[in-house]
């Protein structure tokens, strides 16, 4: 992977301490928010600006399948380890 512009690291500073702040402020279920709708409103598209400049950079090096994922989410791959393959009966069975 190649090494990530200064723009790049700017993006990234920025859209994790959003997403902190965003954490930090929001309130049990139940309870008002701290920040008003336009507040809301502008973080949002903040967030999306930041992360369709973060999509376009990437496209622009060659990594265009990338996209920003927070570390807490789900990945949708899986590793599977190639160790156990082989072992199973050749004709399918299972017992």
């Keep these: 992977m190649s090494e990530l512009t200064k723009e790049q690291r700017i993006l990234i500073a920025m859209r994790k301490t959003l997403a902190a702040v965003i954490k930090d402020v929001t309130p049990p279920p139940g309870l008002k928010h701290p920040l008003s709708e336009r507040t809301i409103a502008d973080v949002r598209q903040c967030l999306g600006l930041i992360s369709a400049r973060e999509k376009e950079l990437a496209e622009a090096q060659g990594r ?26 050749p004709d399918g069975s299972s017992g």
Excluded at 66 to 80: C, F, G, K, L, W
């Design 64 to 89: 265009d399948g990338e996209r920003p994922y927070y570390a807490d989410e789900p990945r949708s791959t899986h590793v599977v380890p190639i160790a156990g393959l082989g072992t199973g009966k």
